[in-house]
């Protein structure tokens, strides 16, 4: 099972025939751009590739009416000013003589990267299309958008596939208000949008793009909007949305398929957008989405007018469905104000509908922002002196930006797994490597000295894998790895792994440690490691570097855990090494194991270091691999909510930790506790 890439050039047929500033910027070279960037990269030819088919009227008819689909058809036959005249009658949009096949070709490779999908052909996948979707509704063309190709994915996913459970993920910078009409009232499909908002002066100017929009009928808490009431939101933005917001929900509602509205005007540089997320958070974005649905994602490409933004962001999300690492990311990871009460406000609109919320303590706090203006401002157009003079500085900083990013092509070993005493029954994923080497004798004496338990021979040998893999991992070779070790040795172990990542070249180590493993008496808060326990002993004097807490008792205490408190700490963090340490009855099942490994790939960039009790079972050894090696966790199985008890452990926890590490917030500071009044426009 593979990454789809599904495309077809005569996509690139349609363009504009007339003058319009507005819709000049959805344009051919769009598509090419990134094709080009995905074929430099050697990211193509790793992909199977796959090329559209037309969708067929009886699909289109999934979500558009007889009467539109008629329409457009009849597009084919008129000339340039008939084509300029009913342009004119919708909102930013533009009819070419070629709009109708190119509409029905990218419908068609979204309906065939599903069905590739779900008939296992493949493991996920992207259609590069054009045009556009997701502002199209059942009889109306609408911002550059046609026919609404994920929408119909969806229904199409539903009827020929019989799946119950649909999450639509929509991180294009405008709200996706044709998909959102489509599905309000349908609780069989979660749609998620983020989107340029600013208090509803930006377009489409919708009240019902805001946060309280959640929804109608049978679908109340099925639509989920997280509106941006500021520009220049960045990478600690998107991803205090995704762990906050959406991957509660998402692992609470436990899709069957993840489609993703891919627009990438939402990147730095987008004349669009004006956000500033760098092309690497999209890998992030999309690692994190394939912990969900046994990683069948779905990417369909909306927006993105920058073409080496663009770019540079589409061979970042394929890359990560490939499974290859993420590379870490950049610049500080603390969330505007802005941002923590849009996060605030779309929490606290959700919260009566979702259990995963009610615990976290999501109190009816409405933001001032959530309240709409008189009247619609005139928007600062991509076109006009105003951008233009406000761009130029962000536009140098991407182009410095673009020339630091790594695409570096995967490590010579992804993932490498080094045991004491290899189990027949071990099954390794296709190129995970079995590791026998071990470090130099005089090494593994010099860092075994302090520590009676590892004196014993067969704790010295595993001591040398566990070495030999690290400088691997550190030098680069190794992207991440597994290593065994005799369960009397296992804190000690975990002692000189920390100490050589530290004096090895690792600047940020972060340590999670499952189970009684206590932490090394002679480690300094001095700011280069962080010490994160679960299910451990009670620090006897907790400090910002080290973290304990009771290893929660439910699916959901579990992942509440892990999404309120072990992944905002690692991004604030930012390790450049990560080591996992499951410890002798750590208490986790395979899956959790698995899941908490998977997530952490992100952090550091895939650099993690698992290191597990040689008498752990084949299987959980072939689970951790192949989720290092970028292959989904298994489910967790049915969601339960938290105890109590875990609950106010975890929340105890959050508040002293939240002045040090940002990405713990999830409400502006004026916010906590306080109820506000609606006030509607």
């Known amino acids: 099972m593979g990454t789809a890439l ?27 751009a990134a094709l080009e960037g995905l074929q430099q990269r050697g990211l193509e030819q790793r992909c199977l590739r796959l090329v559209a088919r037309e969708a067929s009227e009886a699909e289109l008819g999934l979500v558009h009416s007889p009467e ?64 556009p979707g997701h502002h199209s509704q059942r009889a109306a063309a609408n911002g550059f958008c046609v026919f609404n190709s994920v929408a119909i994915a969806a229904r199409h996913a539903k ?67 997280l509106p941006w009431n500021q520009v220049g939101m960045g990478n600690a933005d998107y991803m205090a949305a995704f762990l906050h917001v959406l991957l509660p929900l998402a692992f609470e509602f436990d899709p ?20 500033q997320a760098t092309p690497e958070c999209f890998a992030h974005l999309t690692q994190l989405l394939q912990v969900l649905a046994d990683g069948r994602v779905c990417a369909v490409l909306e927006g993105g007018y920058h073409l080496e933004s663009l770019s540079q962001s589409v061979c970042m999300m394929v890359q990560a469905l490939l499974g290859d690492p993420a590379p870490p990311l950049s610049g500080p990871m603390v969330p505007h104000g802005s941002a923590l009460e849009s996060i605030q406000s779309v929490r606290a609109a959700q919260a009566p509908y979702w259990m995963s919320l009610q615990q976290q303590g ?44 790594c695409l570096n092509p995967t490590p010579p070993v992804r993932t490498a797994v080094a045991l004491t005493a290899p189990d027949a029954a071990l099954v390794l994923p296709p190129g995970v490597l079995c590791q026998e080497r071990s470090a130099l004798p005089e090494e593994m004496q010099a860092w075994a000295r302090p520590h009676k338990a590892l004196a014993q021979d067969k704790a010295l040998t595993a001591l040398g894998k566990v070495l030999y893999l690290l400088d691997r991992l550190l030098d680069g070779q190794v992207s991440s790895g597994i290593a065994a070790t005799p369960a009397p040795a296992t804190a000690a172990t975990l ?68 999404l309120a408190l072990v992944l905002p700490l690692a991004y604030s963090f930012q390790p450049d090494l990560v080591l996992v340490a499951l410890g002798p009855a750590h208490g986790l099942r395979d899956p959790q194991a698995a899941l908490l490994t998977a997530l952490l790939r992100g952090p550091a ?77």
């Open 256 to 275: 069957e398929l993840v489609l993703v509205s891919a627009g990438f005007d939402s990147a730095i540089g987008d004349p669009e957008g004006q956000m």
């Open 605 to 681: 960039g895939g650099r993690v270091l698992a290191l597990i009790d040689e008498e752990s079972t084949p299987q959980l050894v072939g689970v951790l691999a192949r989720v290092l090696h970028g292959e989904a966790p298994p489910s967790l199985g049915p969601f339960s909510m938290a105890s109590p008890e875990d609950m106010q452990a975890l929340m105890r926890l959050r508040g002293p930790l939240e002045p040090q590490w940002k990405m713990l917030q999830v409400a502006g500071e004026a916010g906590v506790g306080v109820v506000r009044l609606r006030v509607s426009a």
């Open 159 to 225: 009827q020929k596939h019989g799946l119950h459970r649909v999450l639509i993920v929509d991180w294009d910078v405008h709200h996706g208000q044709g998909t959102q009409y489509i599905f309000e009232d349908d609780p069989s499909v979660l749609y998620f949008s983020w989107h340029r908002y600013e208090h509803r002066r930006f377009w489409p100017y919708l009240r019902e793009s805001d946060a309280d929009a959640v929804g109608q009928g049978q679908g109340l808490g099925f639509t989920v909007n």
């Open 362 to 405: 999501a109190a009816p706090v409405l933001s001032p922002s959530t309240c709409s203006p008189e009247g619609k401002p005139s928007p600062l157009l991509p076109w006009g002196p105003e951008f233009k003079a406000a761009a130029t500085q962000t536009m140098a900083a991407l182009s410095s930006l673009l020339d630091k990013l």
């Open 495 to 562: 002692d000189v792994a920390i100490r050589c990542g530290l004096s090895h070249g690792a600047q940020r180590l972060l340590c999670v440690a499952v189970g009684q493993l206590d932490r090394p008496p002679d480690l300094t808060d001095d700011g280069r490691n962080l010490w994160l326990n679960i299910g451990g002993k009670e620090a006897a004097a907790p400090s910002t570097f080290h973290v304990c807490v009771p290893l929660p008792g439910t699916t959901g205490g579990f992942l509440n855990c892990v």
């Open 6 to 32: 599904v495309y077809h050039e005569d996509m690139t047929a349609a363009r504009l025939l007339w003058e319009d500033p507005e819709c000049e910027i959805e344009c051919p070279q769009r598509l090419t």
């Open 68 to 131: 539109y689909v008629a329409l457009l058809r009849g597009t084919q036959a008129l000339g340039t000013q008939e084509l300029q005249a009913l342009s004119g009658q919708y909102d930013a949009v533009y009819f070419h003589p070629r709009t109708f096949h190119c509409a029905r070709l990218a419908v068609g490779a979204a309906l065939q990267l599903v069905d590739a999908v779900m008939t296992g052909a493949v493991r996920n996948g992207l259609a590069l299309v054009r045009p």
